[in-house]
């Protein structure tokens, strides 16, 4: 699917031109009355369905919105096309295991975590994006005015929560504490991370083990790790580069 398709699950027509049709097909003696009334009830679940799937996307705040078929997967031989194909079948959401993209800068982590939010918006899944830094951030904050116990549950939420650029900087003590009580609430539930660092590289920048050890035992254990290696794939998105087929 290209990017010009992704977006083909959002609403392009409103309801009064598609009922104008219906109607214009009925008159013309091209409907009998029972598929009239069956045409205008699915069209109306189309409706429906397309405006969730617009309402979840703007919810999750994705840097870009694509799909699994946007990435070139023959650019970088390296990559494990099968194991990232696999999970766009969304059987991880469903058994609630994490995913966890690391490798060097520039090879398409995030976009492929971003596919994979987006294809779960589509199945009806609600999907949040944040990169770690403003995550953190964000948590930070409520410490301040007191309202960390909404903001947490606001993070807990959603289905799928993707945090891009983890581990990246060494963590401070609240903010392990932070994540550890994230972690925790969100117990159940998918988390997609992307990161430069191998998850084995990550206790290190926990200033406590203990806390480390919780934390990272929560999500790398119930985690599938694709290791993305090759050249960067920054220069195969610049507009005008010429696309190879996947």
Known sequence: MSRSNVTSDLPVSSGRDRRRSRLAQADAGELGHIEFLQSLCEDELSRRDAAGIARRVRAARFEQVCAIEDYDFSYNAKIPTARIRDLATLRFIEAGESVVLHGPVGVGKTMIAQALGHLACRRGYN??????????????????????????????????????????????????????????ERAGKSLITTANRAATDWYSLFPNAVVAESILDRVVNSAHHIHMDGKSYRPNARPGAPKSKS
């Open 127 to 184: 999907v949040a994006f944040t990169k770690a830094s403003r995550l953190l951030a964000d948590l930070a904050g409520g410490h301040a005015d007191r309202t960390w116990e909404a903001r947490l549950r606001r993070w807990a939420r959603p289905a799928v929560l993707i945090v891009d650029d983890f581990a990246m900087r060494s963590f401070t003590p609240t903010q392990s504490d932070d994540l550890y009580e994230l972690v925790t």
